[in-house]
Nanobody, 121 residues
């Protein structure tokens, strides 16, 4: 079920930055938790970042902590800003929406189709 839409992915050089966007079919409820996950080829989907919409509280995986930022663009969209990209960041990036403040894929009910981010060095 594809109900969210990601954009902004593409080939990136190590050390550069990318800004991914995620749009929601409608206004994001203040109680919602928006999240980003990623999946590298042959690996399991892993947590990247999340944000509780009403408070702005965020959480980041250690892999992106200090380099990645999750935030809101407007009531219907959010972004993931990735700085100082590394080859190990290469993955298909998904945005997701749920209600539970948990850093696992099962916490999200609605997902996008993913946007590819290959990072070269």
């Amino acid at each position: 079920q594809v109900q969210l839409t990601e954009s902004g992915g593409g080939l990136a050089q190590a050390g550069s930055s990318l800004r991914l966007s995620c749009t929601n079919p409608g206004r994001i409820f203040s109680s919602a938790v928006m999240a980003w996950f990623r999946q590298a080829p042959g690996k399991e989907r892993e947590f990247v970042a999340l944000r509780r919409w009403n408070t702005g509280r965020t959480a980041y995986a250690d892999s992106g902590k200090g380099r990645f930022t999750i935030g809101t663009d407007n009531p219907t969209s959010m972004y993931l800003e990735m700085n100082s990209l590394k080859p190990e960041d290469t993955a298909l990036y998904y945005c997701a929406r749920g209600t539970a403040y948990r850093m696992v894929p099962s916490a999200s009910r609605y997902w996008g189709q993913g946007t590819q981010v290959p990072v070269s060095s």
